[in-house]
């Protein structure tokens, strides 16, 4: 059986998991069936996937057709270099989700509302991944959001959970109106639908630059590319931590994927402006998304706006690979492709592994606003560790994985001089400052997350009586802590894997890593720059040894304790520690003027009056109230104006229908 095959039909199994779930929704072990069946799918599918890449050639696999879909075409699907990569993240996230949801899934109040979507869900998204036709694409893209959006409405009696599902659908629309027009455009006239055609058609630089808009708006709604982030952190927070895992540590990556599919695969070479749009998208994307996640106290929605920051990042390095490419500078556009799919993968780890901190945090203490935290590392101290693993690689800092990647992007930044164009020359270095300013805020974004919520003492008294959650739960966190550190101390097999996808789409691959004395990376030659991960890991390591080693040997021979110093007030309130708001007030201050529009007032009493003083903190979403409130008074403003059509005659409808029908036979004339 080929490897397209077995994932096809590994696909059908958690369709039919799906439908069993259906059947056994009232059962009281349907929780373990359905994650069980889930994690051994997802498992097979994942180790089919990983063999392929790892075992990929330079000759391109024949696409498998079934007759299914339209009657003349027929379902394509095709499982090469790319689609291997991305099935790898996919299932490798859905089987840990899985997993995890062994434990979790015990504590879900709604599970029969949860348990059929699930793996209804990971089949969506390996489905998108192995289309290989434009019907089949979009056809499996919309059944991935709609079973999605369900995900996200299992609380459904929640307003806040209500208004999230509803923005979701909204924007899974719109994006899914752009994606069809964009393929539209790339089968032209002739109505070729398969992507084995459109990849040999030539496309005026007009047609192509609209597919390149359709195309960002629609993979980049998905993703979460601002200014069409809107959803993103109403619906991550709001579905389950698992499920919060999977959409944003993978589905975004299927948005990638399908943006990464049609422009570097399906398009044609690009121009080099494209890359100005492109770059200019990410690095506001990655501000945006890290400032906003500073600014929150509610620890699912930063994790949330902290993905919107790193699908900058990957929006950026794609940016590169572009201008690279487009100037026929194919080894530095190796470089930036291998950073991007890089951090697509580091992106999953530690991500997932975060979202499954909160979940366990949520588990155990029913709160997700930080500021009712504290102290958790004594009550939880293994969801701490894994945390703090997750947010040191998210914050690139080595020896983790985080800083494999950024610092490849960067790498790839410093070739910009040898661009031809002024416009490039000028625009990737000041990408490369917003890159740098949103690494910066993103290492104070997670000492805020891991400060406030699991050090100092508890603020509330859910705080105070967590404790740690199952071993499943536990196992999922460590085996991506695990692979943080793996892929940060040895990214040169990464590395190496990735080669077959960049030499695909780009026509050439980074130097091979694994042969690299000491197993240094070196992104282009040993005289320019080199990374040695294992001895970074080594040295911290033995340094940390060392210096824990002497302060306990000779500083001191007993152990202390003694009450925090408590500024000459005794027994002070665990409330007058720093909260997530005042953490991140230096920050507001110098960007929420402009940004948010950040306004404080504070209500001080008159000197004997006993009421309490009061502080008052103002933000508003200037996206939201300037692109979305009006969108929405016009649509609502259109509705009421044409709602008299509901009344029209029989005859006055014939006519409609007559107009509307010769309005679409003169487009078609004059398309052809």
């Not at 005794?570 to 007030?585: H, I, L, M, R, V």
Request: hydrophobic share 55%.
């Amino acid at each position: 059986m080929t490897p397209v095959a077995l994932v096809l039909w590994c696909i059908a199994v958690l369709l039919g998991v799906s439908i069993l779930a259906v059947m056994m929704a009232r059962w009281s072990r349907a929780t373990a069936v359905i994650y069980g069946a889930s994690f051994c799918v997802s498992a097979v599918a994942f180790v089919t996937v990983l063999l392929q890449l790892t075992a990929a050639s330079a000759s391109a696999p024949l696409p498998l057709v079934l007759p299914l879909g339209l009657p003349w075409l027929g379902a394509h699907f095709r499982l090469d270099a790319l689609a291997a990569f991305f099935l790898v993240v996919i299932n490798l996230g859905g089987a840990a989700a899985s997993f995890y949801g062994l434990g979790y899934g015990r504590h879900e109040t709604a599970p029969q509302r949860l348990l059929p979507f699930f793996p209804a869900f990971l089949a969506g998204m390996n489905l998108v991944i192995l289309a290989a036709d434009a019907f089949t694409f979009l056809l499996s893209w919309e059944f991935m959001s709609l079973v999605s959006w369900a995900l996200v409405m299992t609380h459904h009696r929640e307003r806040d959970t209500r208004m999230a599902a509803y923005i979701y659908l909204v924007m899974a629309s719109f994006g899914t109106m752009a994606l069809l027009l964009a393929f539209g455009l790339l089968a032209g006239a002739s109505g070729s639908y398969d992507f084995a055609t459109m990849r040999m058609a030539t496309h005026t630089p007009a047609v192509a630059a609209f597919v390149l808009t359709l195309m960002l708006i629609g993979a980049g709604s998905k993703a979460g590319l601002v200014p069409l982030h809107v959803w993103l952190p109403l619906a991550h927070p709001a579905a389950p931590s698992h499920v919060s895992a999977l959409m944003s540590g993978v589905m975004t990556k299927v948005a990638i994927y399908g943006f990464i599919r049609v422009v570097f695969d399906l398009l044609g070479e690009p121009a080099w402006w494209w890359s100005m749009v492109v770059l200019t998208l990410g690095g506001v994307t990655a501000v945006v998304g890290i400032l906003n996640a500073l600014m929150e106290q509610d620890l699912k929605r930063l994790l949330a706006y902290s993905t919107i920051e790193n699908i900058g990042i990957i929006f950026v390095s794609l940016g590169l690979a572009l201008a690279f490419e487009a100037n026929a500078m194919t080894w530095a556009a190796a470089l930036a492709l291998a950073a991007a799919l890089f951090h697509v993968l580091n992106h999953s780890f530690f991500k997932s592994l975060l979202f499954f901190g909160a979940g366990a945090i949520l588990t155990a203490t029913g709160e997700r606003d930080m500021d009712k935290l504290g102290g958790l590392i004594h009550r939880m101290p293994f969801t701490s560790f894994a945390f703090l693993v997750g947010s040191v690689a998210i914050s690139a800092l080595p020896p983790f994985n985080g800083f494999v990647s950024e610092w490849l992007v960067f790498q790839a930044i410093l070739q910009s001089p040898n661009l031809p164009q002024w416009g490039l020359k000028i625009m990737v270095p000041a990408v490369g400052g917003l890159l740098a300013l949103s690494a910066a805020l993103a290492a104070a974004c997670f000492v805020k997350a891991f400060g406030v919520a699991f050090l100092g003492r508890p603020r509330t008294l859910a705080a105070q009586l967590a404790q740690e959650v199952d071993r499943f739960s536990l196992t999922a966190m460590f085996v991506f802590a695990t692979l943080c550190l793996f892929a940060g101390v040895l990214p040169g097999i990464v590395i190496d894997a990735l080669a077959p996808v960049t030499f695909t789409l780009v026509g050439d691959r980074m130097p091979v890593q694994t042969s690299v004395p000491w197993l240094s990376i070196v992104p282009i030659t040993e005289s320019r720059s080199s990374y040695n991960g294992l001895l970074v890991f080594v040295f911290i390591a033995l340094s940390a040894s060392l210096a824990a080693y002497i302060v306990h040997r000779f500083a001191s021979r007993s152990l202390r304790r003694a009450p925090a110093w408590d500024c000459g007030f005794p027994e002070a309130s665990p409330q007058t520690q720093y909260t997530s708001g005042s953490f991140a007030q230096p920050v507001r201050r110098v960007f929420g003027t402009h940004l948010f529009r950040a306004r404080e007032s504070v209500e001080m009493p008159a000197p004997g009056d006993p009421e309490p003083a009061r502080f008052t903190l103002d933000l508003r979403d200037l996206i939201w109230e300037g692109l979305y409130e009006p969108i929405a008074g016009a649509v609502w403003f259109t509705a009421e104006r044409l709602n008299h059509l509901q009344f029209l005659t029989i005859r006055r409808y014939l006519s409609l229908v007559f107009l509307a029908l010769v309005f679409l036979l003169l487009v078609l004339a004059l398309w052809s």
